[in-house]
């Protein structure tokens, strides 16, 4: 990516030094010898995968996750040595591959283990069992099929149980009961095995919030890893400050005045109320900017200005206090001198969470990658 070539000049910023930063500041927060799984899926929650996960081995990550085989592999071409755990679903066509690659899978289903012909394995497969303790998507359920899950896996030649995890549905809310609840389940469950290589199941809230016994071996670090904030309650108690890693910017590419009564974009929604500068920007919903965001603020020169009329596939228009330049340079997310705006404020605006809004600004925008 760094280095093709770019014509148009919108992109998002990637600030890798702000990543490493993450990285060694949860270090200092973690219990003694617990690993870090740096959570690398859907493409580093859109900042790039190898990128951020070169950056995270080098601060001390000593595995990677992703969510589906494809990101596995791609990780894999780059990363010939570092673990990678996919923490979702694998198909069982996908066992060879991944006991060829050395990528460790989650099996939750007696059947899945069943169905895998294990001769056909060219190297041990390492699988971790992922328990369901109150988060309602995959895992198992009951410990009858935890103990019968273990067995057939345990007894299977080339099958290990290198882990066994779990998902906290409600770290990064201040209420505890069904987070203490979903806790005492994985402990009771991980009390019936022999203890395998990797327990774990905190996440960047657990880790950040909870009782740090829930680090057990290894935590998950996905969205603060990023900078990002779990949720509200977590950001107001975050025992470290974090360091956003995500700009996005463009340039102004025509800057026109209009009259009273003139109109601006498709469905011509707004209309001067006395004479306006309007600039248009080369970013629309097919880059990730979508329609709800009408209305957001920008900023150039250090101020807050606000996108008006509907936004374009491709391109969206601001309004101006006055005829700046062509080629200024205009910051969707990110700072410019005393102002910010965050993941956070885009989030609020299309009422949603950050991790969305990295994910959903497409491949379409570059990702520039500054390391400092
Ligand atoms: C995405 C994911 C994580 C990372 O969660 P964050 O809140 O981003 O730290 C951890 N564990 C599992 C199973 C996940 O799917």
């Known amino acids: 990516?760094?280095?093709?070539?770019?014509?148009?000049?919108?992109?998002?910023?990637?600030?890798?030094?702000?990543?490493?930063?993450?990285?060694?500041?949860?270090?200092?927060?973690?219990?003694?010898?617990?690993?870090?799984?740096?959570?690398?899926?859907?493409?580093?929650?859109?900042?790039?995968?190898?990128?951020?996960?070169?950056?995270?081995i080098e601060s001390g990550a000593t595995m990677l996750a992703?969510?589906?085989?494809?990101?596995?592999?791609?990780?894999?071409?780059?990363?010939?040595?570092?673990?990678?755990?996919?923490?979702?679903?694998?198909?069982?066509?996908?066992?060879?591959?991944?006991?060829?690659?050395?990528?460790t899978l989650t099996v939750y289903s007696k059947?899945?283990?069943?169905?895998?012909?294990?001769?056909?394995?060219?190297?041990?497969?390492?699988?971790?069992?992922?328990?369901?303790?109150?988060?309602?998507?995959?895992g198992v359920t009951s410990i009858e099929d935890f103990l019968d899950l273990h067995k057939t896996i345990s007894s299977s030649s080339n099958l290990i149980v290198d882990g066994v995890f779990t998902h906290f549905a409600t770290a990064d809310e201040e209420v505890e009961d069904y987070f203490n609840k979903q806790a005492q389940t994985f402990k009771q469950y991980i009390s019936l095995i022999p203890k395998p290589r990797l327990v774990h199941a905190a996440n960047t809230a657990t880790m950040l919030i909870k009782d740090s016994n829930l680090q057990f071996d290894a935590v998950r670090f996905g969205i603060s890893l990023y900078g990002l904030a779990p949720s509200?309650?977590?950001?107001?108690?975050?025992?470290?400050?974090?360091?956003?890693?995500?700009?996005?910017?463009?340039?102004?590419?025509?800057?026109?005045?209009?009259?009273?009564?003139?109109?601006?974009?498709?469905?011509?929604?707004?209309?001067?109320?006395?004479?306006?500068?309007?600039?248009?920007?080369?970013?629309?919903?097919?880059?990730?900017?979508?329609?709800?965001?009408?209305?957001?603020d920008v900023l150039i020169d250090g101020i807050r200005v606000p996108i008006i009329g509907r936004i374009c596939m491709d391109q969206c228009m601001i309004l101006l206090p006055t005829a700046y330049n062509i080629g200024e340079k205009v910051t969707l997310i990110g700072k410019q001198k005393n102002e910010e705006i965050t993941m956070d404020e885009w989030a609020l605006k299309v009422n949603t969470i950050n991790y969305e809004i990295p994910c959903i600004i497409t491949s379409r925008v570059p990702r520039i990658y500054h390391t400092k």
């Open 1 to 56: 990516m760094q280095n093709k070539q770019h014509f148009r000049p919108t992109k998002a910023i990637i600030d890798l030094q702000a990543i490493r930063k993450n990285i060694c500041q949860l270090k200092e927060h973690l219990q003694p010898n617990v690993q870090i799984i740096a959570v690398v899926k859907a493409n580093a929650y859109g900042h790039g995968d190898v990128e951020v996960a070169r950056v995270a």
């Open 66 to 103: 992703v969510a589906t085989p494809e990101e596995a592999l791609h990780l894999r071409k780059h990363f010939p040595n570092i673990e990678i755990l996919i923490l979702g679903y694998s198909p069982v066509s996908f066992a060879t591959y991944a006991a060829d690659e050395n990528i």
């Open 111 to 138: 059947a899945w283990v069943e169905q895998l012909n294990t001769q056909t394995l060219s190297k041990p497969l390492k699988l971790h069992i992922k328990v369901d303790t109150g988060m309602g998507r995959i």
């Open 232 to 296: 509200t309650y977590v950001k107001n108690k975050l025992p470290f400050p974090l360091h956003r890693a995500f700009s996005l910017e463009t340039e102004l590419i025509e800057v026109k005045q209009i009259q009273v009564g003139q109109s601006v974009g498709y469905g011509a929604t707004y209309t001067a109320t006395k004479p306006s500068y309007i600039g248009t920007l080369p970013i629309g919903y097919a880059d990730g900017l979508i329609r709800q965001h009408s209305g957001q």
